[in-house]
């Protein structure tokens, strides 16, 4: 079993072994999987390397001003027209998260594995995984440090953006001593901490709005109140002109209820398909019961993708729930 300070060590071999890299992070990418594709990116274009940043989504509006945003390509516009041979995979909690972009590996490629998702299974070549940490952009802190690179407000802004959205603007259980103190070293390369909070955490789009307002109208409770949930349809994106960025933070509201020891937000992709998400109080390991679905996560937060009707994913997802008490 390796240290977390000999996979880091481990990581920097590899970061340096290779010339040309393939970034790749989550389908649907948040905030610490675009702050943790562009960190790489940066740390590479440091480095002297070349590199090129892909995502199977589009990238959430209110990232776009971070460093390397805009050359994330989405695949689903513009796929590249080659294969890689050297991956670099950041906050990708299984192989499965990656999505289409797997389709730009070589067979044999060599995957640099970087997480902090609790289920993750190791799937790299080389892999640091560091289950407590809050987020994927705080491993890399760690890397960064390991080269004779300075830290810039560009790259501290992107850490620090991954930090804050993974934490809930470090409100969460997963807000550590060293989570606090990364954020104040990074505070001293001049980010402005107040600007991301309002733009990342605050500033909401009026489709946002809306689309937050057709979930609530969906909510629905168990008869002793520990379980709470709410769902959104294709046709309420239509009607509310909401994108998928438009939807994140949505299922901490059932979950926030007071004596709700589960909150989970239904989202139907398709007549059979759809995704779930779940937080938790705490009494309940969301990311285990995630696993029984083929998901995964962290305890607090995970989710997981089904196919089948609504009903009968709603009911499934509920008997596992209440299975937990």
Same mark, same amino acid.
């Given at each position: 079993?390796?240290?977390?300070?000999?996979?880091?060590?481990?990581?920097?071999?590899?970061?340096?072994?290779?010339? &040309?890299?393939?970034? !790749? #992070?989550?389908?649907?990418? &948040?905030?610490?999987? !675009? #702050?943790?594709?562009?960190?790489?990116?940066?740390?590479? #274009?440091?480095?002297?390397?070349?590199?090129t940043m892909i995502n199977e989504g589009e990238i959430p509006g209110r990232m776009r001003f971070l460093w390397g945003a805009d050359d994330i390509v989405n695949m689903t516009e513009q796929p590249p027209a080659r294969k890689f041979k050297a991956v670099i995979c950041v906050d990708c909690a299984d192989f499965a998260r990656v999505g289409l972009t797997r389709h730009y590996f070589e067979e044999d490629a060599v995957i640099l594995n970087i997480d902090h998702h609790p289920t993750n299974n190791a799937y790299g070549t080389v892999n640091i995984i560091k289950s407590d940490a809050a987020a994927t952009a705080e491993i890399l802190f760690d890397l960064v440090s390991l080269f004779p690179v300075t830290l810039n407000k560009d790259a501290a802004t992107a850490i620090y953006t991954g930090l804050l959205t993974d934490t809930g603007g470090f409100r969460y259980a997963n807000t550590s001593p060293n989570v606090m103190t990364t954020a104040s070293k990074l505070l001293e390369h001049g980010v402005d901490g107040p600007y991301l909070a309002q733009t990342l955490l605050e500033q909401v789009t009026l489709p946002q709005v809306r689309i937050l307002n057709q979930a609530l109208n969906s909510l629905q409770m168990t008869d002793d109140g520990k379980i709470a949930w709410v769902v959104v349809t294709p046709e309420d994106m239509i009607t509310c002109g909401a994108a998928n960025e438009d939807l994140e933070g949505i299922v901490n509201y059932p979950r926030n209820i007071q004596g709700v020891e589960v909150g989970i937000f239904f989202k139907i992709i398709n007549d059979s398909a759809v995704k779930v998400s779940l937080r938790s109080a705490g009494k309940v390991d969301v990311a285990e019961l995630a696993q029984t679905f083929g998901g995964g996560g962290h305890v607090l937060a995970a989710g997981c993708r089904l196919e089948g009707t609504l009903e009968d994913i709603v009911a499934k997802v509920l008997k596992q729930v209440n299975a937990q008490w």
């Open positions: 079993m390796h240290t977390y300070e000999q996979a880091l060590q481990s990581g920097k071999k590899f970061l340096l072994e290779h010339d &040309d890299y393939l970034v !790749v #992070s989550h389908v649907q990418p &948040d905030g610490d999987a !675009v #702050s943790s594709t562009v960190t790489v990116g940066w740390l590479l #274009s440091c480095l002297g390397k070349t590199f």
